[in-house]
């Protein structure tokens, strides 16, 4: 009878191979590159707080527990429809949107960092996407299955890379650099911004807890090891980087990776870095373009989005969103996305909604606990709710410290602040013409859970069209 | 008083995990009872959009457990969270005193009987 398997181990190996991506290599060239092993600090830091946020969405996920739309249900029943739709299911959506969009184009780049075929690398990713959009609608899901191998395989070769070049130990030669470039805590925080790049997705976890043994102690405990496990493993690449490459070509690679590969094993680690990472980039994608469509389906189920999403093609997949998706990445890329720069500050574009999204889930936590202090928990964050608001206020400041460089900061602000824009005036609109609640009343937590069930919007469908047809009927007579 | 029974009106899929988590706090028996019944939301299933107008019975369970008032607060708190779903129907505890308790094989009374 006892359906649940997964230990401990397992649920570490599901958060490392969720967390980890190739667009973190990105992140990690990049602050290794201004900062050498200072950037560690910020790494250390942007732990920290996510590991804060892990066990937020822990609790939430103990009181609100096995919903599939995620921290956008946590946020209907604790701040209502309106900052729901701004926050979380647009705001979300658009930073996965980015975030799919920035992880192709590392496909591109890689190969061209290692075969220079003149080909340009955005033609490598839309190819990719295509192939990957086809599967999807095909209701195709051969990279799923093999995801956590993957995962492994790239984590296990950063280890050794990592490992290697820490101790010294690489054929290529060293490079004569100072190991620290951070002169200030502000050139670390600075960075750290970047630094939560490296730590996102911890979230992903939630979905599988009902399938995890002793979930209440396993699911926060293994959100944290992979965290923690993550840290490890990219403090060693980072050191391993300021040893053999050198910071002005760290800073312009594409993929940082392969360029550390190439310096640490020649060819031989080109070859390695660029086999795992192409793997592991088609894997996420893949991953992260079915998980979109779920996501707007989920969404659309709880009335959020329009009801399109819920639509299936014959193989039973979520075709709206998986084009939408695809689409935007293929925008992006031809737009594009393949030079460093651009990519970096695409990251830091996303992360911004990303980080208003934790940090709006910290702020559910609270609220929570005053609305609904005795409910039961599996997991309760300790010290009342002192850590989730230490986790609120250091993400907010991740976000005041997107970028060290002012200019682009407001950049990224400015983009950011235009996409809520559209978003809020969206949200009024849907909030007033479909979901019909007031905006900022919260809907209550049975309701919430109520929409989980599929025959939920059908039931209410139905009193919707009695109630027209009843007032219509009314009219008329009355007339 | 030192023992305390306690009544619980769940639905029909959470003994195993509870009887499990009550036999780890030394709880060392239990009656379950199949019954029918609903609660202030007169049987209606939380998806529907308007309530029934009058009780529909809906299957439920009655739990009784009959325990030591020294251990009354974690029994209560393991009960809660291992029902706990979020959902409509996640049911209620009851508790009440009881003046005594009779082993019939031996004639122990009180806490005796119980152990």
Excluded at chain 1, 227 to 243: H, N, S
Excluded at chain 1, 342 to 350: G, P
Aim: glycine share 10%; proline share 3%; with cysteine.
């Amino acid at each position: 009878m006892n359906e649940k398997k997964l230990g401990l181990p397992s649920a570490i190996a599901t958060g490392v191979g969720l967390i980890v991506a190739t667009s973190c290599l990105m992140s990690l060239g990049q602050g290794t590159s201004v900062l050498g092993t200072g950037f560690i600090l910020s790494m250390a830091l942007a732990c920290a707080i996510n590991i804060l946020t892990a066990l937020s969405m822990a609790e939430l996920n103990a009181l609100m527990p096995n919903l599939t739309g995620g921290l956008a249900q946590y946020t209907l029943a604790g701040m209502g429809p309106f900052i729901t739709i701004l926050t979380m299911v647009g705001g979300y959506l658009v930073c996965q949107a980015i975030a799919g969009s920035v992880e192709s184009a590392m496909f591109g780049n890689a190969i061209n960092s290692v075969f220079n075929t003149g080909i340009p690398s955005w033609v490598f990713s839309v190819a990719m996407v295509l192939l990957l959009i086809f599967a999807n609608m095909r209701g195709v899901d051969i990279f799923a299955k093999i995801q956590d191998v993957v995962a492994f395989l790239l984590i296990g070769s950063l280890t050794v890379m990592g490992l290697i070049g820490t101790l010294g130990l690489g054929t290529g030669e060293t490079v004569a650099q100072a190991s620290n470039t951070a002169g200030s805590f502000s050139d670390i925080f600075g960075m750290l911004g970047l630094a939560f790049f490296l730590f996102i997705g911890c979230e992903f976890v939630i979905p599988i807890s009902k399938s995890v043994k002793n979930e209440r102690r396993n699911v926060p405990l293994g959100m944290v090891l992979s965290l923690v496990i993550i840290l490890a493993m990219q403090i060693l690449i980072v050191i391993g980087m300021t040893k053999y490459v050198s910071y002005e070509e760290l800073g312009a690679s594409a993929s940082p990776h392969i360029l550390y590969g190439n310096a640490l094993l020649g060819s031989l680690g080109s070859y390695w870095m660029i086999f795992v990472s192409a793997l592991a980039v088609i894997s996420t994608v893949n991953s992260a373009m079915s998980s979109f469509s779920f996501m707007c389906a989920g969404m659309a189920k709880i009335n959020l989005l329009p009801a399109f999403f819920l639509k299936k093609n014959k193989t039973e997949a979520y075709y709206v969103g998986i084009l939408i998706i695809g689409g935007l990445e293929i925008a992006a890329n031809i737009v594009g996305l393949s030079t460093s720069d651009s990519l970096t500050f695409m990251i830091s574009v996303a992360i911004v909604f990303w980080m208003v999204s934790y940090i709006v889930s910290n702020i559910n936590v609270v609220i929570f606990r005053i609305r609904m202090p005795k409910a039961p928990r599996t997991f309760k964050v300790p010290f009342g709710p002192v850590l989730p608001i230490v986790a609120a206020v250091g993400t907010a400041f991740m976000i005041w410290n997107i970028d060290g460089n002012p200019a682009v900061r407001n950049s990224i602000f400015l983009i950011d602040g235009i996409i809520f824009v559209i978003l809020a005036v969206y949200s009024v609109i849907w909030c007033k013409v479909r979901v019909k609640k007031a905006l900022f009343k919260p809907i209550p937590v049975p309701e919430v859970m109520a929409m989980e069930n599929s025959l939920y919007l059908i039931a209410h469908k139905k009193i919707e069209i009695h109630d027209n047809k009843e007032e219509t009927y009314y009219g008329l007579s009355k007339g | 008083m030192e023992f305390l029974k306690v009544e619980v009106i769940t639905s029909m899929d959470k003994l195993s995990s509870l009887k499990t988590a009550l036999s780890k706090l030394g709880v060392s028996g239990m009656t379950v009872l199949q019954a029918l019944g609903c609660g202030v939301q007169k049987g209606t299933f939380e998806y529907e959009a308007q309530q029934n107008p009058e009780m529909e019975l809906l299957p439920k369970q009655l739990i009784m457990i009959v325990v030591e008032e020294r251990i009354i607060d974690k029994v209560i708190e393991t009960i809660k969270k291992e029902l706990y779903t979020g959902h409509i129907g996640d049911g209620k505890i009851f508790v009440s005193p009881l003046s005594n308790i009779i082993r019939v094989r031996t004639g122990e009374e009180g806490l005796d009987a119980l152990k």
